[in-house]
């Protein structure tokens, strides 16, 4: 389990920063605070995976924190969420090793890129107390590859996570290409002929690669559900996995 401390004082944004991070069964929230002294306190008792951070709070600002921390020489991923969008303050968040920079307001989309920045960083830095110059470089170049292919127009196939293939994903995107509007996760499985822990690893992998979106549909009885749509133009997809 991540276990997560937000650090907002707009309880509006907090709120929705919560609902973010639930969409995350891996991830908890262990507390909410809104002042970087609260904060301190809670980093006494435990220290957290990740703190999202805003920087406008009552006392000391989330950049303060992030000096503060340095002196310390504590090590704590943390995404910066602010309505601050002055460059001297990113400059500082950034040369001071944040993850990402998310200004308010922004979407899930954009919330969830940098939660899956956060999912590479935390899980290289967990997996060993020792790397090679290979490994690290998948980890430090991997998003500009991409993000230099997309813009020349080339499709990037992804990686498979261990224990699904290539064929069956083939399979769940023919499905997908049929719906359009959102679908369950049991849509595609009896469609598949797979179970729907199976088809839910594959939707969840293609969520977390972009081609999908997802959204909570609350129902008349019950918990919500996951549905998902098609984000965008990705019919390249289809064609890398042929």
């Given at each position: 389990?991540?276990?997560?401390?937000?650090?907002?004082?707009?309880?509006?944004?907090?709120?929705?920063?919560?609902?973010?991070?639930?969409?995350?069964?891996?991830?908890?929230?262990?507390?909410?605070?809104?002042?970087?002294?609260?904060?301190?306190?809670?980093?006494?008792?435990?220290i957290p995976d990740l703190i999202l951070l805003d920087v406008y709070?009552?006392?000391?600002?989330?950049?303060?924190?992030?000096?503060?921390?340095?002196?310390?020489?504590?090590?704590?991923?943390?995404?910066?969420?602010?309505?601050?969008?002055?460059?001297?303050?990113?400059?500082?968040?950034?040369?001071?090793?944040?993850?990402?920079?998310?200004?308010?307001?922004?979407?899930?989309?954009?919330?969830?890129?940098?939660?899956?920045?956060?999912?590479?960083?935390?899980?290289?830095?967990?997996?060993?107390?020792?790397?090679?110059?290979?490994?690290?470089?998948?980890?430090?170049?991997?998003?500009?590859?991409?993000?230099?292919?997309?813009?020349?127009?080339?499709?990037?196939?992804?990686?498979?996570?261990?224990?699904?293939?290539?064929?069956t994903l083939r399979k769940v995107l023919r499905e997908i290409a049929?719906?359009?509007?959102?679908?369950?996760?049991?849509?595609?499985?009896?469609?598949?002929?797979?179970?729907?822990?199976?088809?839910?690893?594959?939707?969840?992998?293609?969520?977390?690669?972009?081609?999908?979106?997802?959204?909570?549909?609350?129902?008349?009885?019950?918990?919500?559900?996951?549905?998902?749509?098609?984000?965008?133009?990705?019919?390249?997809?289809?064609?890398?996995?042929?």
């Amino acid at each position: 389990m991540v276990n997560v401390v937000i650090v907002e004082d707009d309880p509006m944004v907090a709120m929705i920063n919560q609902q973010y991070i639930e969409r995350f069964p891996e991830f908890e929230i262990i507390a909410s605070v809104d002042s970087i002294d609260k904060l301190w306190e809670e980093l006494k008792e435990e220290i957290p995976d990740l703190i999202l951070l805003d920087v406008y709070l009552p006392g000391e600002t989330g950049i303060d924190f992030l000096l503060e921390v340095r002196k310390e020489e504590v090590s704590i991923p943390i995404i910066m969420i602010t309505a601050a969008n002055d460059m001297p303050t990113i400059k500082k968040a950034l040369e001071y090793g944040v993850i990402d920079f998310l200004i308010k307001p922004f979407t899930f989309e954009r919330f969830e890129q940098a939660i899956e920045k956060f999912k590479a960083y935390h899980g290289f830095t967990t997996s060993s107390e020792t790397t090679d110059q290979e490994t690290l470089d998948k980890l430090l170049m991997s998003e500009n590859s991409n993000e230099g292919a997309q813009k020349k127009g080339k499709a990037v196939e992804p990686d498979l996570p261990k224990g699904l293939s290539k064929l069956t994903l083939r399979k769940v995107l023919r499905e997908i290409a049929k719906h359009d509007d959102f679908f369950s996760t049991e849509d595609i499985a009896s469609e598949v002929g797979l179970s729907r822990i199976s088809t839910r690893k594959y939707l969840q992998h293609l969520n977390e690669i972009g081609y999908l979106k997802d959204e909570l549909k609350y129902l008349t009885i019950g918990r919500p559900i996951t549905v998902y749509k098609v984000h965008g133009n990705q019919e390249h997809l289809i064609a890398d996995f042929q």
